[in-house]
């Protein structure tokens, strides 16, 4: 294309750069789909009723769903650079509605696990935050950490916007046409994605928002699987083990660390177990879920504030604060449950709330620091940690449940973890290596 250069390095532009349309659609497929990532939590109870099956069986098939979300990621983000953005996300959703929609003749616990935690999982994975990361390291050089923080509000907002919805239909319709909304509304963004998004700024002959000058489509990367290893390898071996320089393997195994601890202080916790354990304590079923759909309010604003923070500060002392703050948050818990909805209950939403996904901005920043052009498959295999770590207090949660009556001493063990990830957040060194951004 002999004029995309001339084309991006115009001086002027009257209208917003094709960054920002990219984004929107991002940020609306994310919405889109999180529908599927709001249902977990709200089928626990019906399904035990419905099926007899224990909580700890139901909380297995999340767990599988959640750590195939994690280990899916890294090779997503391969895929990505292999066969396009677009195609990856297109199929990613059909998984989703089809999962989603074989859940409605499922008879047993081992069909919940393929449909729910398989096929779901794969298809969220697909679509996880690599996503966004792929989407906003080939898009934009400026205002990284703001999209960042933007495009990761759009599960928060998905949240939003599908729980309460999802709750009532639960409540008063049953589970099933719940699953079926989840699998309409993955189909639905299906066009979406086909139509607007493209997977580099040279496919319209464009930039990279900030950057000035234009920077040509990369050959497609075979051999997606083998890249993804290898990125792994190269972070988290040794030194010794490894051929090269590069960074040494500390910073990868801290960022998973600490990233796992997110994960089961968040999806693995409260996202699958805070509408049940509300109900234990009496709370209806629709006020609980609506609490959980009102931090997702907050955590947009946090999210977002945490991306224009990462562009300022030092992002290890930002995840410290960010850990420690949720660890207080989650100990106070349990003093806070009640039957109706208070107003401590409420302080509890909006502070946790503010800090649901704060920590994804600035990890994501540490991978670029350490990791340039790989950082975006290196962090899938962070988020696979963090989908480790989601997956066993999804599991664990159901256990305990069972074996004590409630629910307490994992909110009491999941505020120590957060502790112990300040810690690890501040031990990372910063170190910014050629070509990271």
Known sequence: MPDAAPR?????????????????????????AAGFASLPGLLIDPLHAEFHWSRGTIGFAVSVNLALYGLTAPFA????????????????????????????????????????????????GSMALAFAATVTGRWFTERRGLVTGILTAGGASGQLVFLPALS???????????AVTVSLAAVAVVPLVWLLLRDH???????????????????PQRGAARRAVRALASAALPSRFRSGGGTSAGPFWLLAGTFAICGATTNGL??????????????????????????????????????????RFDTRRLLAVYYGLRGVSLMFLPLLLADSVRPPMLFFIVFYGLDWVATVPPTIALCREYYGEDSAIVFGWVLAAHQVGAAAIAFVGGLARDAFGTYDPVWFASGALCAAAALMALVIRRRRVEGAR
Do not use: C, N
């Not at 991006?8 to 889109?32: S, Y």
């Not at 650079?81 to 008879?107: E, H, K, N, P, Q």
């Not at 496919?203 to 990369?218: I, M, R």
């Open 201 to 219: 700024p040279a496919d319209v002959g464009l930039a990279p928002y900030g950057a000035t000058e234009f920077v040509p489509k990369p050959p």
């Open 8 to 32: 991006a390095l115009a001086p002027r532009r009257r209208r917003p750069h094709r960054a920002w349309a990219v984004a929107a659609v991002t940020f609306l497929t994310i919405v889109g």
């Open 270 to 311: 409260v996202k699958t177990h805070f509408v049940p354990a509300a109900h234990d304590h009496g709370m209806p079923m629709t006020a609980a879920a609506s609490l959980l759909a009102v931090i997702g309010v907050f955590d947009i604003a946090g999210t977002i504030a945490s991306g224009w923070f990462t562009d």
């Open 168 to 178: 009532w239909i639960v409540d008063r319709h049953d589970w099933r046409p719940a």
């Open 77 to 124: 983000a391969a895929l990505m650079d292999r066969f396009g953005i677009r195609r990856v996300v297109a199929a990613a959703l059909s998984v989703i509605a089809a999962g989603t929609a074989l859940t409605v003749f499922m008879t047993s616990s081992w069909q919940l696990v393929l449909y729910w935690g398989v096929l779901v999982g794969l298809g969220s």
